[in-house]
């Protein structure tokens, strides 16, 4: 393989496919000039530091913190992660104990684990082959049962576009002088649309906003959005105990001109957008394909192929012989990712995919319940202690030590330090998990 460069190469390979994106990053591969790629520089007198921002990224933090009505807003050059992890670190500095949505995403599970955060789990409600939402009601609960708790992590939108009821699950965590944390992850063009459904315009006191996955910002590129209400002075410490020291420049700068972009013309563009997926849900809804139900972002066109007899394998494929990438195909349901820059003709392959999808009988997927594994060991312990990967045949009466999720959006199975009961081991066999990883015995 003299002068290969298998990656480079690939993705090279993927781009001669000329498929219409519908999948992150929000650009498109439009936005960006070449030209940025000359700003790959670093911490010089004249170019600020991240950590102990004060001059052109401090200003660029304001100027971020001002277009999403938060108090203040602090770039990540690491992605969501990181502004998932630094809020997680600042809502552990209060002590007590955090409910927690159980359909978080690894990264906040993994920081959980680092800082010794219990969580206490809350289930989504009335997935039906979607993640299913965070109940205010469920939330009232938890805290009447559980006294002590500071804080309440929740997911919203999900990765099929389900939107919690932010306002009222702030009012109640404030009502019990708790603080609420949004993973806004796929939500950052909220703020943006005619009815602004950002978390932090409805009362969460912390956002982690992936601007990558909707907005115009290189992949990595986030924002930590802090309420006006929370003190702040912490909070490029919480980043940099799990941050780079050495941020990208060129992904700093892709938010430094988003923030530009949104400040101009792209309200507009986003709101033009609204209206385009509209009519390709309206169109689908004309052809029987079913979509989530209640309130849901309007830029997340999810598809559920199954109800239409498109399932498994063939989802993918008919996706990609219809010259579309989408954000993901969970072999009942197709997520796709629009935004601004995609053209007229990519919008014009799905509305084709749409119209030319076979009908036949519905697929009834199997969504079982599942009752909470029993816990043997805290996150921390499970996560740090030794392991072994094992087949999911023999994992029954073991302790976890990974998450195991059916697919990268859902609800997992299985928590570090908990432990894999018989029907855990079979429902995890049937969703097609083969191995875990476990706490050595």
């Known amino acids: 393989m003299d002068g290969a460069s298998p990656l480079y190469d690939r993705l090279i390979q993927h781009e001669a496919l ?3 994106s519908f999948h992150t990053p929000g650009h498109k591969g439009r936005f960006f000039s070449p030209d940025l790629l000359r700003v790959d520089y670093t911490e010089l007198p004249d170019t600020d530091a991240l950590y102990e921002a004060s001059d052109v990224i401090f200003r660029t933090e304001q100027r971020a913190a001002e277009l999403f009505g938060a108090g203040r807003s602090l770039i990540s050059a690491g992605g969501c992660s990181l502004a998932i992890q630094a809020m997680l670190r ?8 955090i409910l927690c949505a159980r359909n978080a995403h690894r990264s906040a599970v993994n920081a959980m684990a680092l800082l010794g955060i219990d969580p206490v789990w809350l289930m989504p409600d009335g997935g039906n082959g979607y993640t299913g939402r965070i109940s205010p009601e469920n939330v009232r609960a938890a805290f009447e049962a559980c006294p002590g708790i500071t804080a309440c992590y929740i997911t919203s939108p999900s990765y099929y576009g389900e939107l919690c009821d932010i306002g009222a699950i702030s009012g109640i965590c404030h009502e019990y002088g708790a603080l609420l944390l949004v993973d806004n992850a796929h939500g950052s063009h909220l703020a943006f649309l005619r009815e602004n459904r950002h978390p932090l315009a409805l009362g ?3 956002t982690a906003c992936s601007l990558h996955k909707t907005l115009p910002v290189l992949t990595g590129g986030a924002l930590l959005n802090i309420a006006g209400n929370i003190p702040a002075q912490e ?9 780079s020291t050495s941020p990208s420049y060129i992904i700093m700068s892709s938010i430094d001109l988003c923030v530009t972009y949104m400040n101009g013309m792209g309200r507009e563009d986003y709101r033009r957008c609204e209206d385009t ?3 390709l849900r309206m169109i689908a809804d004309k052809r029987g394909i079913p979509r989530p139900g209640g309130e849901c972002d309007p830029l997340r066109l999810t598809l559920n192929t199954a109800a239409v007899g498109l399932t498994g394998q063939a989802q993918q ?5 219809c010259g579309i990438d989408c954000e993901f195909c969970d072999g009942e349901n197709a997520v796709l990712i629009v935004t601004p820059f995609n053209t007229d003709g990519d919008i014009e392959r799905v509305r084709r995919a749409i119209l030319d999808m076979p009908i036949s009988a519905p697929v009834t997927g199997r969504h079982e319940g599942f009752v909470l594994p029993e816990k043997k060991m805290t996150l921390r312990e499970a996560v740090l202690s030794p392991s072994e990967e094992v087949s999911i045949l023999c994992a029954a009466g073991r302790t976890a030590a990974d998450t195991a999720c059916p697919c990268p959006p859902g609800v997992p199975l299985i928590m570090p330090g908990e432990e894999i009961s018989p029907e855990t081991a079979e429902l995890m066999h049937d969703k097609g998990i083969e191995r875990i990883r476990t706490v050595k015995c």
């Open 18 to 20: 000329e498929r219409a």
């Open 204 to 206: 969460a006191d912390m």
């Open 277 to 279: 997926v509209a009519g």
């Open 90 to 97: 600042l809502a552990s500095m209060r002590g007590g104990r």
């Open 235 to 243: 909070a490029k410490q919480a980043m940099a105990l799990f941050g």
């Open 317 to 321: 494929e008919y996706f990609e012989g």
